[in-house]
């Protein structure tokens, strides 16, 4: 597939060149005793040290860096060093890099085609999302249509449906770091290895695509199959691979090749110079680097080390000047107060800034099996007394230490297609509590004595408001669940938190306890990347036996929500009805709250505060994608 823009995964030696001696060192100032006929001279300042090489530190060593094999964050901060793009996702909108432009509707290099299908031909499902052969009775989305509600059953005969298209065009002129010429053959050769069999990547986007062709040296033409609707179409560009080294070789030769998982070539700022196992990867700049000026390079070595058992002493290792750059990987909540005191000691800068990720605390509306969560919160007037029992900016402030932010929407604020709730939600125990009683969880002899059922539906009286929410492991859950915990309590709902290892968590159903829907109540996030990814509350979504991997474990199930969700994903992006949906779908999940947003889940950075460049992006798959313009700050006045 493309590369990924953002891993599905949690963030989370030996120095290289410069010494804490060469950094730190200040010369001694002389000492001179002046008399009357002396003239008292001023000495000469010491030029402070040449930074040429630049080392990055991170959490852990890659075990490859092909594209379509090792899947942690540390192999996307090395490869912005040796790919630069192709695209770039920044304010979680498309940018180009090394294409001349992007394709959009206006300029038609985007459109929709109507093409005739025919028993057998190969479309996607409107109601499934997945590759099918057209056969009678199954669903089907005629030319025109952009909603569920026109969707129409197969009859059979010939019928037209839409398919969309992109061009993308590369920029003249481009060369790999060997020198020979970046075609679009080298895209389409990678389109291939991606859909090869032997190739461990999702598939997701090659199965949807209908061709991903060559028009010629700089241009390929995207399409998708009939049905399938992609509001992310400007990314569908698949990043080159060096077809001039690879094709000769079959997919499971790449993967085991050192040109493609050791040594890798790109365009890119800089190109792989040695890799010492277990310590760093060397690099160097790449004399054909397509941006740069010439004899132009900031850093005559870009190193990255590989901390391991020493990322607990990461901010020490930048005040020493074994690292000038530490990778969100080495950080983390429980970093910031050191971090503050020592950007305000001017040992190092520091910066945050709220990401994709959005913390939720979702309840399981529609259980399988006999378990207590049966009914618990099947009234929406449970759900928001429990949403203003709870205390957000107290969580960004304690749990978060001011990172992040609070959070009222599937999405983050950050987003262009975030639309602010008419009035905020405001922490209030007092009126959650009357909430409470109000559905009929009667209070017990105090306020945080447990409530129990009286006279609600569905829920046999003298039931407790207790229940069990679930979390990955790790200390900031930790810190959550106890906080959660507390404030729950004050509206009188008993809750244990446990923390679970994310294998077991969220394994597929039915094993799982979140997917396989035994759970009660989960704390979990979904990345948001360009598209809004409402369909994780639509009721397609719910995971079965019949839909093993349906993301809408809530069980949430509403025909308006239905309705909009089906607009976004299947309206063209470039209209007023698509954004209108998305707001929809934001109005309705906060009415009817089948998950309680909590906050915005922060990214990190911290680096020599001789660095200049550093700009962190909520929605870039790393926090150095700007790698190639980081450089030494000019020296002040």
Known sequence: MKRPLVR???????AAGLTACSRLTEPPLPTLAPTESAQITAPTPTPPPAHTDLIVCLAQEPSSLYLYDDTTREADTILEAIYDGPVDVLGFKVA??????????????ARFESVSLRSGDVYVNP??????SLVRGLPYLPSGCAQRDCIQTYAGGSVDMDRQVADFTIMPGLTWSDGQPLTAADSVFSYTLDGDPATPSTKYLFARTFSFKAVDDLTVEWAGLP????????????????????????????????LATRMPIGWGPYQIDHWTAGEQIVLTPNPAYWAAAPDKTAFERLIFRFLGDQ????????????????????LGPGDVPQLEAAQAAGDLSYSSVPGPLVMRL?????????GQADGLFSDVGTRRALSVCIDRQ??????????????????????????????ATVYDPIAGRMLLESVGWAAGTSATETRTANGIPGIADGTPLSFEILMPTGDVYDALGTLLTTELSQCGAEVHAKTMDPGELFASWPDGPVFGRTFQAVVWSWPTLISPPCDMFASWEVPSEDHPYGSNASGFNDEAYDAACGRVLLGAPNTSA????????????????????????????????????????????????NIEALGACPPGP
């Open 8 to 14: 599905l995964c949690f963030w989370l030696v030996l």
């Open 96 to 109: 180009p890099v090394i294409l001349a432009g992007l394709p959009t509707f206006d300029n038609g290099q």
């Open 127 to 132: 109601e499934t999302d997945q590759p099918e």
């Open 227 to 258: 049905g399938f609707v992609d509001a992310d179409y400007q990314s569908n560009f698949w990043t080159p691979l060096p077809s001039h080294l690879l094709k000769d070789m079959t997919a499971d030769d790449v993967r085991s090749s050192d």
């Open 311 to 330: 990322a607990g002493s990461a901010i020490d290792q930048v005040k020493t000047g074994e690292c000038d750059v530490l990778d969100e990987t080495l």
């Open 362 to 370: 979702d309840m399981n509306l529609d259980p399988v099996g006999d």
């Open 394 to 423: 107290k969580i960004v402030d304690s749990v978060l230490h001011g990172a992040g932010e609070p959070a009222d929407s599937y999405i983050p604020p950050s987003h262009p297609r975030y639309s602010a709730p008419a009035s």
């Open 578 to 625: 698509y954004a209108d949906a998305i707001s929809q779908t934001q109005a309705i999940l906060r009415d009817s709250l089948p998950a309680i947003p909590l906050y915005v889940r922060p990214r990190w950075v911290a680096h020599a505060p001789w660095l200049c460049g550093v700009s962190l992006d909520p929605s870039s798959p790393s926090v150095l994608w």
